[in-house]
């Protein structure tokens, strides 16, 4: 049986989470557009690790017979200033998760609910891989500056990137 509050901010963060897989979609057509096809691929990769990590709530909530709520989904932008102001934009949303999932494991600590609290322990790991990511193209993109070659060589570096379906799904029933 799930505690209400803890249900409810659950169904809040499979938002959070849908609402960043459209971000992310959003930035992949942003680079179609910007003719970076390698980096509209890593955030088609990234578009698909948010629906795994909206997923993984979602069945929480089902083993543990709560109530799934599913609430429209805001609209996100679809104009940046330029690749920099992307992976910027992709870091400081990173973060802002961060602090989602934060005070969703403080609430479990509050509310004595350690079995939520441990299957949140893999989006605390997972964040600092997401926002390291973001960072270490960041770190790229700056040394790079408006290199053409440089540019076209962190496209198809990014390009290479593979998904991967969640750890927590693989070795889920549901
Ligand atoms: Fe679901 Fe990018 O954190």
Redesign the pocket.
Known sequence: MLNERIEKALNEQINA?MW?AYLYLSMAAYCHKTGQPGMAKWFEVQFKE?QD?AKILFNYIVQRNGVVSLKPIDAVPTEWKSTLDVFESTLAH?QK?TSLINNLFALTTQENDYATQSMLKWFVD??VE?EENAQNIIDNLKMIKDNGYGIYMLDKELGARTYTEAAPLAISTL
Do not use: A, L, N, R
């Open positions: 989470e960043s948010e990590h990173e998760v997972e964040q997401e």
